[in-house]
């Protein structure tokens, strides 16, 4: 049978990640110290995993409803209006399989054959490919270290045209770690009043910003709420990336369509995950500032020794990830990492992983302990000394 011909052009036409090649290579290299991968090296709270076995130890392994747990959709309107000040009810949430899955649903239910979608990159890997398998046409825009990685609203307003449907708003963004403040939303917003353009605002890093201003969505911006779905979950904020759990909150309409694709699709996210967020989401709030202030830590260490060894990193505020210049070097991103992997073993991630805007630079993880870190910058100096790139002290 010729396959060519059978599988789908738009799925055919994917990219492999360029984040779990080098994930995928580091696991086959037993010394390798691994920075590439956005996962918390916390273990998930103990009151989390113990709603968790509570659950399958009552027997509560049946399917949930669609949309999830109306008392855990009950407890996520509480969380978002005691954070972020975001005012929702349990009809306008969709819990999901991850925040990925809520990406995936948004991105189905709104983008028909055509319909243009703006994506400020370097940004996170999925909505180019499922903007194209929904037919829809993605608009990149590249942001740029000098303006902190923010879309700003002279961009935007250039990109949009008539064809416009739906604005993605990655932020705090990976792999940037670049944060939109509530004056740059402001001015972002004003573009939008006025025309029909939808807010896809994936906000999953949300609880991970530094500094005294906390987050603010979108959606919480005077006339914004109406046109915004936010997309958020537990992997990241709690460490629980493997339970796999995420949530969508929007206009009722919206959820309603969303909600009928993940029927057919998924059927309900994992029961026990579900039961484990209820406790999250009420009593986790210290753990959030413990698991913040340690990753703040990591940022300033890390940040600070890719600037001394010559790889000008711009300063992220959010997220936990930091995004140095490699073109010190003269290679391109992947040959960058390709060669620091084999010949010291760190892995890290090529910047055009992430978007073309990405080249000549590399996406370093720092949800990893200190002395994990520590390692890789001493391994990562004796890398640039040995080609001649090395600038400053020694880390």
């Excluded at 037919?135 to 270290?145: K, L």
């Excluded at 040959?335 to 996406?363: H, M, N, T, W």
């Excluded at 890398?383 to 020694?394: S, T």
Aim: charged residues 25%; hydrophobic residues 40%; contains cysteine.
């Amino acid at each position: 049978m010729n396959y060519d011909q059978l599988l789908a052009p738009a799925a055919q036409a994917m990219r492999p990640s360029g984040i779990r090649k080098f994930f995928d290579l580091a696991a086959d290299m037993p010394h390798c110290i691994s920075l590439g991968v956005g996962e918390p090296d916390f273990k998930t709270p103990w009151s989390i995993r113990d709603a968790g076995i509570r659950s399958l130890e009552q027997g509560r392994t049946k399917y949930t409803a669609n949309a999830g747990l109306k008392e855990l959709r009950v407890e996520i309107c509480r969380y978002l209006q005691r954070r972020f000040e975001l005012g929702y009810e349990q009809e306008n949430i969709l819990v999901t399989v991850g925040g990925s899955e809520a990406i995936d649903m948004a991105i189905r239910a709104l983008v028909k054959p055509g319909d243009e979608v703006i994506i400020p990159e370097p940004c996170f890997v999925c909505y180019e490919p499922i903007t194209q398998l929904t037919g829809g046409v993605p608009v990149h825009i590249a942001t740029r270290a000098e303006d902190g990685f923010r879309l700003t609203a002279e961009q935007l307003r250039a990109a949009i045209t008539p064809r416009t449907k739906l604005l993605i708003l990655p932020y705090p963004n990976n792999p940037t770690g670049g944060v939109m403040d509530q004056q740059d939303l402001e001015a972002i917003a004003e573009v939008l009043r006025g025309t029909d353009v939808l807010v896809l605002s994936d906000e999953i890093y949300a609880e991970l910003t530094y500094g005294l201003d906390r987050h603010v969505s979108i959606a919480s911006l005077p006339g914004m709420w109406e046109r915004t779905i936010v997309v958020n979950g537990f992997s990241k904020s709690y460490s629980m990336t493997g339970w796999r759990l995420g949530y969508a909150a929007g206009p009722e309409p919206i959820i309603k369509v969303m909600t009928k694709i993940h029927q057919s699709c998924i059927m309900s996210a994992p029961t026990t995950s579900q039961y484990a967020a209820i406790v999250a989401l009420r009593s986790c709030d210290d753990e959030i500032e413990m698991m913040r202030d340690e990753y703040n830590r990591r940022r300033r260490y890390v940040v600070k020794a890719l600037n001394d060894l010559g790889l000008t990193c711009f300063e992220p505020k959010g997220a936990f990830y930091v995004f140095p210049s490699i073109q010190c070097s003269g290679l391109k991103s992947s040959e960058f990492c390709e060669q620091l992997l084999k010949e010291q073993e760190v892995a890290i991630v090529p910047g055009d992983a992430f978007g073309a805007s990405g080249e000549g630079y590399a996406r370093i993880s720092y949800a990893y302990s200190v002395d994990h870190l520590e390692t890789a910058m001493r391994r990562i100096r004796r890398f640039l000394q040995d080609h001649g790139w090395l600038a400053g002290p020694a880390v």
